[in-house]
């Protein structure tokens, strides 16, 4: 079981925390409209709780789950709040054709995150190359990348909780290919696919001799 704190209160915040409850974690949702938080803990149920935001989060496990561009500076406004956590980040900086990044340096937001987050406290992307409706109903693999290795254990198991298959794609760095991939999964989305029910995902083969 992990402890999760949800910095949000859109839909990805109440599809991650209904499944994080749904797996047996505990759950605090913390929005900058504090009313949209606590309705959100309510219908979440099972125990989930409203903190107030800019204040030190009750998880362990940070997950923000803002537009790309509130994530680094609500990360600043937090600023030592967030020491020691594990910070997830799940955005998705498109561009405005969804076609691209909206960086345009070969960095991303968990990168930025990094930068703006407090001494002992760790980044790991996550979640992003998953549509949230698919998040909700399907078992789609979830890509992560990060520093440090106890920090991304400790998502993997939370990633397994909800019943998932985490898959380590390796450093932080790679949280910008993570992010491509999200654009990738538009592109399949809005071409070779067609529609958003899917999930990119990994098939493994028999491992040769
Ligand atoms: N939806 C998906 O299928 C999906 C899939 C993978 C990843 N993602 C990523 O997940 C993140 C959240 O997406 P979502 O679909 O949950 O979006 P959403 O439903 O629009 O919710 C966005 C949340 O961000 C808050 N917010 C927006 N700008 C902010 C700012 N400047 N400062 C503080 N809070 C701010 C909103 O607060 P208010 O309600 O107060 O405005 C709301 O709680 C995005 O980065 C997105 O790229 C989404």
Same mark, same amino acid.
């Given at each position: ?38 309705? %959100? $803990?309510?219908a ?11 204040? #030190? *989060? &009750? /998880?362990?496990? +940070? ?16 600023g ?20 691209? %990044? $909206?960086?345009?340096?070969q ?9 703006? #987050? *407090? &001494? /002992?406290?760790? +980044? ?37 909780? %909800? ?21 990738v ?6 071409h070779?696919?067609?529609?958003l ?13």
């Open positions: 079981m992990s402890n999760i704190s949800i910095i949000g209160t859109g839909n990805m915040a109440r599809t991650i925390g209904a499944r994080a409850i749904a797996g047996g974690n505990t759950v605090e949702v913390m929005g900058r409209n504090q009313p949209k938080a606590a309705d %959100l $803990a309510k979440l149920g099972g125990g989930a709780t409203t903190g107030e935001w800019g204040t #030190a *989060p &009750a /998880g362990d496990i +940070v997950i923000v789950a803002l537009l790309h561009d509130g994530v680094v500076p609500a990360v600043a406004q937090y030592d709040a967030l020491a020691g956590k594990v910070i997830v980040d799940i955005s998705n900086p498109f561009n405005s054709t969804f076609d691209g %990044l $909206a960086h345009r340096e960095t991303s937001i968990a990168q930025e995150v990094a930068k703006a #987050a *407090p &001494a /002992g406290a760790s +980044v790991v992307k996550a979640f992003n190359t998953i549509f949230r409706h698919v998040l909700e109903k399907g078992r789609p693999d979830v890509f992560l990348a990060g520093d440090n290795a106890q920090a991304k254990a400790r998502v993997e198991a939370f990633v397994e909780s %909800l019943g998932l298959r985490p898959l380590d794609v390796g450093g932080l760095r790679m949280a910008h290919w993570l992010e491509g991939a999200g654009v999964t538009v592109g399949l989305a809005n070779g696919v067609g529609n029910d899917f999930a990119l995902g990994i098939t493994e083969l028999p491992v040769s001799e």
